[in-house]
């Protein structure tokens, strides 16, 4: 869309970048064009609309409130939103985020559109990530099942305030950490007792994530042992006993609520077996973790769209933005970023579609969670500079974009946890550590690059090493299944460029991927 201009009392306003405009988010890339047009490009193109950017920005400036008590003093735990908030939701809902791999679409799909709706509001994301994510928990107790799985699977948004018997749609959400433990969910001290065809739940929870949901699975101390829990928001005659004690003041994801809360007694149903809750709930963190793998990569493209629209609408120095050296330097080497990260995530939501490639997509959804998150701060802020003052300025999607960034590789396991996930993985699941092993190899024989990198690195490692090399080793094995997936699919600019750029160098830029460094002198070094 041409730049309008306006002449102002001090000056002529010209060269600046007009507005976007509207655009379809499915059409306009590249990477997406050879997935099913039919359910993806009409959402696409919804979200494109410059309308609901207007609309997120709304969602995001506009946080979520806490009424913990109605006028009268009762106890009311619920959240209000922006209109706009739940505008998006709407839209992603019927659009099928939530459902479609489980109403006869694919995982794949469900991929893109999550990659689609983080480049305009990434908040809605989470809640719909989780309603997504617990279908395949839910489905091992039939008693749950039958309530709970047709309304999470259903192509609508219902955000009232009812028990789930009663509503036309639900959405789920997760409550584990805990304030002693956090990721080690082990040190949870919230206590379950059985009460007839129920049990009632005791003790707190440091993070829950969307509050606002129908239902929570949530892990609690049995006498055999950490246990996973339903715990609806509603019973059929009254409010469930959970407490939302306040919301967080985050940095990102304004638009959506997280919350810490209180089980005073509430009422859960058990999910799985007793002691078992971790192995029950992992199905769940496994889902999850497609979609902040996949996440990034939306942030990235997000970030790289805006960057793009002002690189070739303003001059500088007598010549467009993209036509300097540059600067069209360091927009490819972040193109090559998002192609990456992009790429590999959509490989690894084609495992999940699979059913016999799930020891495959155990290991390498870990390792793209990992890899992709670590590379989404670096574009986004690059992203930044190239756009310039304008921004670091909320009236650009820029720093929502850069706050978001951080978000996906935090949640859910930070970087660590997920690294020492991957050798745990790796030493104790040998079908998933010969589905890696056979993916690697099979891509022998194309490159010369490749060959030697994947050399180098098995005689760098012939085992798995120790947990203080997690970090490199975890980077590493990443970037080879990337450089995998971009020869057998990726255009011969991208794999060229990113065979040469990064492969070649044995240890990267991710912090803790440095193990030749003296850690005990140099934390010596340092008091805080």
């Given at each position: 869309m041409p730049a309008p201009r306006s002449n102002l009392e001090t000056h002529s306003v010209d060269n600046q970048p007009g507005p976007l405009g509207d655009t379809n988010l499915f059409a306009t890339d590249p990477i997406l064009r050879d997935l099913d047009p039919d359910s993806l490009s009409s959402y696409g193109s919804a979200l494109g609309l410059a309308d609901?950017?207007?609309?997120?920005?709304d969602a995001n400036r506009h946080r979520p409130e806490l009424h913990a008590f109605d006028v009268a003093g009762r106890r009311l735990d619920e959240v209000h939103f922006?209109?706009?908030?739940?505008?998006?939701?709407?839209?992603?809902?019927?659009?099928?985020?939530?459902a479609?791999?489980?109403?006869?679409?694919?995982?794949?799909?469900?991929?893109?559109?999550?990659?689609?709706?983080?480049?305009?509001?990434?908040g809605h994301c989470c809640p719909l990530t989780m309603t997504y994510a617990a279908v395949p928990v839910l489905r091992t107790e039939p008693s749950l099942a039958e309530t709970w799985v047709p309304k999470l699977t259903t192509r609508a948004y219902d955000p009232r305030v009812l028990p789930v018997s009663q509503k036309t749609s639900a959405t789920l959400g997760m409550a584990m950490t805990e304030k002693q433990g956090g990721s080690d969910v082990r040190a949870n001290t919230t206590t379950a007792e059985p009460e007839g065809d129920h049990w009632r739940l005791r003790g707190h929870k440091w993070f829950c994530s969307a509050p606002m949901s129908d239902g929570f699975l949530t892990l609690a101390q049995t006498d055999e042992g950490l246990t996973c829990f339903l715990v609806a928001r509603w019973m059929d005659d009254e409010r469930n006993a959970i407490h939302l004690m306040r919301l967080k003041d985050k940095l990102g994801n304004t638009s959506n609520a997280s919350a810490e809360i209180e089980f005073h007694n509430a009422r859960a149903y058990q999910v799985g077996q007793q002691g078992k809750g971790i192995r029950t709930i992992i199905d769940m963190v496994h889902h999850t973790r497609l979609d902040t793998a996949m996440d990034p990569a939306g942030l990235m493209r997000g970030a790289l769209s805006h960057a793009m629209h002002w690189a070739t609408s303003r001059r500088a120095f007598q010549k467009t933005l993209i036509d300097q050296p540059l600067m069209r330097t360091v927009l490819a080497d972040l193109i090559l970023d998002w192609q990456a990260a992009t790429r590999l995530g959509l490989f690894v939501a084609g495992l999940f579609d699979d059913p016999n490639a799930h020891p495959m997509a155990r290991i390498s959804v870990a390792l793209a969670k990992f890899?992709?998150?670590?590379?989404?701060?670096?574009?986004?802020?690059?992203?930044?500079?190239?756009?310039g003052g304008m921004g670091y300025v909320e009236d650009t999607p820029m720093p929502l974009y850069y706050r978001e960034a951080p978000l996906n590789s935090i949640w859910e396991g930070s970087g660590n946890v997920i690294c020492l996930d991957i050798l745990r993985t790796l030493a104790q699941q040998k079908d998933a550590r010969q589905a890696l092993?056979?993916?690697?190899?099979?891509?022998?024989?194309?490159?010369?690059?490749?060959?030697?990198?994947?050399?180098?690195?098995?005689?760098?490692?012939?085992?798995?090493?120790?947990?203080?090399?997690?970090?490199?080793?975890?980077e590493r094995t990443a970037l080879l299944l990337t450089a995998a997936v971009l020869l057998d699919s990726a255009p011969e600019a991208v794999t060229n460029g990113f065979?040469?750029?990064?492969?070649?160098?044995p240890t990267g830029q991710i912090a803790g991927t440095a193990t030749t460094i003296d850690a005990t002198a140099l934390i010596n070094s340092f008091s805080p």
């Open positions: 609901m950017r207007a609309a997120a920005r922006h209109p706009a908030y739940h505008r998006f939701m709407k839209l992603s809902q019927s659009a099928g985020y939530a479609h791999p489980w109403d006869g679409g694919s995982h794949r799909a469900h991929a893109a559109m999550v990659y689609m709706a983080s480049q305009v509001e990434p890899l992709n998150n670590k590379l989404c701060p670096r574009v986004t802020y690059e992203c930044m500079e190239a756009i092993d056979n993916h690697l190899n099979a891509a022998r024989g194309v490159d010369r690059m490749y060959d030697k990198a994947l050399d180098d690195h098995r005689a760098r490692w012939p085992d798995l090493p120790d947990e203080a090399n997690a970090r490199a080793f975890a065979l040469t750029t990064r492969l070649p160098t």
